[in-house]
């Protein structure tokens, strides 16, 4: 096949070919006739075919839709000793907000609205763009469109323009909104789930549906329009689970607790079915500043006066299991595999392993589970810490850079880890073993 990049020469490469040897960018091949097609493309240009998304990408807080923290991308193996070999620094001029990867391209947000991105093979080539903030929740990436908030609208971004001979980022849409945009958005089967902080202290779930597709034409596509699913004094961050096609959260009313659950309807064009079930004998309250988490039918999230890691069934919201007591954040890669943050050390679920914290070690940011290699936390004194999965709590400490302060936004994609702190500083090392 050619290189599917416009101003590209290469000709003759390999079907399934991952990258063109020519101008190292990535290119997605299609499952079902071979071609070759962008970056950020969501069907192949030459049979029509929905492309997959590649394993590791980082679309939204602790993720992805499901908010574990997790980087599923398959690694060759344990490695028995680990280093992170810088590869890419930014400096984005204000506090680090966010930061996501989608095919191979990171994506920095900072809290004024600041957004580069930057391809982690050809680290020369970045982007820069002013969209206006203060950006007020975490960003996510879904079908080819960068979604931002900011006081009382959203905006939504094509990233498809960043494989052009010109690259640039393509506003889409901008939606206006009566409340602020807190906590993450989260893209789902084609709609946008946020939830909006009103002027009179409560909150709201809203959801967005026909997105639209990067515009071919002139002119943009009309903005979709937010609708209300769920209105209360307390909600928790929203979380979906692919396997059961729902979007789930909490909500507490008068003192109860209500799981809520945004699932596929009948019929041809089914619109999604509200549902919400009353959580039985769990902790009281919800900690609302900790994401919750989705996995095999299981919704967790961190319960009572004790901060306890709590697991419900996703289904009739029983009360199943407290995992844990004293937890700040968490990220799982399983029902039994995962790590805890707390006030006095850091937990490896599967193992039991701890790592002490002293008084003056505090993580800052939420950790990060890479597959079978390394989990990964933010301090608030501005270093990494790596910690090898292969025998935890053996690990490593980087610092940023010399001046690095705190630690606010880490992720992975494949072995790529990228970091952020509260000055602006990113840097972005891949792992890679030690002879």
Request: hydrophobic share 40%.
């Amino acid at each position: 096949m050619d290189c599917p990049y416009p101003d590209c020469s290469e000709r003759g490469l390999a079907v399934a070919s991952e990258s063109c040897p020519t101008c190292r960018r990535m290119i997605k091949s299609c499952p079902r006739c071979g071609a070759g097609s962008r970056a950020f493309a969501n069907f192949c240009r030459a049979c029509g075919e929905t492309l997959p998304e590649p394993e590791g990408d980082w679309r939204g807080f602790k993720g992805g839709c499901q908010r574990l923290g997790f980087n599923g991308s398959r690694q060759a193996g344990p490695l028995s000793r680990l280093t992170f070999e810088r590869v890419l620094a930014l400096h984005l001029g204000d506090r680090c907000r966010s930061l996501l990867a989608c095919d191979r391209h990171l994506i920095a947000v900072a809290q004024d609205g600041t957004v580069e991105i930057a391809d982690l093979r050809r680290p020369e080539s970045r982007l820069r763009l002013a969209t206006g903030g203060p950006i007020t929740c975490e960003p996510c990436v879904s079908g080819g469109l960068l979604f931002l908030g900011a006081p009382e609208r959203l905006m939504a971004y094509s990233l498809g323009a960043l494989a052009l001979p010109e690259p640039r980022l393509e506003p889409l849409w901008e939606v206006r909104l009566a409340g602020t945009p807190v906590q993450a958005l989260t893209a789902f089967e084609g709609r946008l789930y946020v939830a909006v902080s009103r002027s009179d202290g409560r909150r709201e779930v809203q959801v967005l549906e026909d997105l639209g597709p990067a515009p071919t034409a002139p002119g943009s596509p009309p903005s979709p329009t937010p609708r209300t699913l769920c209105s209360g004094q307390r909600l928790s961050w929203l979380a979906a689970d692919p396997a059961g096609r729902r979007v789930l959260f909490l909500a507490e009313e008068q003192g109860e607790i209500w799981l809520h659950r945004v699932e596929p309807g009948a019929g041809r064009a089914p619109a999604p079915e509200f549902k919400r079930v009353k959580v039985q004998r769990v902790p009281r309250p919800f900690a609302h500043h900790i994401p919750i988490a989705v996995c095999g039918g299981k919704v967790f999230g961190v319960f009572g006066e004790e901060e306890g890691l709590c697991r419900l069934d996703a289904g009739d919201a029983a009360f199943d299991q407290m995992l844990a007591r004293d937890v700040k954040a968490f990220s799982l890669a399983g029902l039994r595999e995962g790590i805890e943050v707390g006030t006095a050390a850091i937990t490896f679920l599967g193992s039991g392993a701890a790592d002490p914290l002293n008084h003056i070690e505090r993580v800052s940011a939420p950790p990060v589970l890479v597959r079978d290699c390394a989990a990964v936390v933010g301090l608030r004194d501005g270093r990494l810490r790596i910690y090898d999965l292969a025998a935890p709590p053996s690990h490593e400490d980087r610092r940023l850079s010399p001046q690095a302060e705190e630690v606010t936004a880490v992720i992975s994609c494949g072995r790529f880890v990228a970091a952020g702190d509260a000055a602006g500083r990113v840097e972005v090392g891949e792992l890679a073993p030690t002879a």
